[in-house]
């Protein structure tokens, strides 16, 4: 197939094809003594790619929902991102999450957009997604989705209590999160789920330093 009769579709799996399966942590936690990939390391790695194939990527909001926690405000962002090159546009969604206190979480829940997005679009591993190393192994039996380990809801419940020092906030957003991923009790999350959302919780403790 030439260069010219190559559709968007073509040049994203291309792409896909090229990235790395999985990424080393550029940046460190030295209050929660954790590593992690930053924001910065997935844009330039994914952006790289998508410049020398010529792809525009545009960010447009859906939906904006902010949550007033006391000082703070919980704000949750739905994107539809948008790949575009010669006229043929492909849209994706993704949605980002962030506390803040400081006018500044629409840009951060933005980040956490795109990160989410590039990772789980392009299939990169990052250090804070191995689920079997970090919090056990899950279940033999490969039909039945192993659902979050007590040690991962202690983690998340831990996080949150930093996060969000007020308890009827901190209900809250527990309520929220909860809505957010579809279940009734924060221990009926699967392993992946409980392990995206403790490496978000990580993230906004991060930023609040």
């Known amino acids: ?12 799996t291309e792409i896909f094809q090229s ?17 992690y990939n930053s924001i910065q390391q997935i844009k330039e790695v994914v952006g790289k790619e998508l410049k020398k194939h010529g792809i525009l990527f545009i960010p447009d909001i859906d939906n904006v929902d902010n949550l007033n926690m006391g000082d703070k ?15 043929q546009v492909e849209p ?8 803040d206190n400081q006018g500044k979480g629409l840009s951060k829940a933005k980040s956490d957009a ?4 590039f990772t789980d679009t392009f299939l990169i591993a990052t250090s804070d997604e191995d689920d079997e190393k970090s ?20 983690l998340i419940n831990v996080l949150i209590g930093k996060l969000i020092p007020n308890r009827q906030d901190a209900e809250q957003y527990v309520k929220d999160l909860k809505n957010t991923y579809g279940v009734a009790h924060l221990h ?6 409980a392990s995206k959302m403790i490496e978000q919780l990580q993230s906004m403790l991060q930023e609040e330093k």
């Open 135 to 154: 919090y056990g192994k899950p279940a033999s039996d490969k039909s039945v989705t192993p659902k979050a380990t007590e040690k991962q809801i202690k």
């Open 73 to 87: 405000v919980l704000t949750t962002v739905h994107f539809i991102f948008k790949f575009k090159k010669n006229g």
């Open 19 to 35: 990235l790395p399966s999985r990424l080393e942590p550029d940046a460190k936690n030295e209050f929660q003594h954790y590593s």
């Open 1 to 12: 197939m030439t260069e010219k009769n190559k559709s968007l579709a073509d040049e994203l």
């Open 188 to 193: 009926d999350l699967t392993i992946a789920q």
């Open 114 to 117: 795109i990160k989410r997005l």
């Open 92 to 99: 994706v969604s993704s949605y980002g999450q962030a506390v």
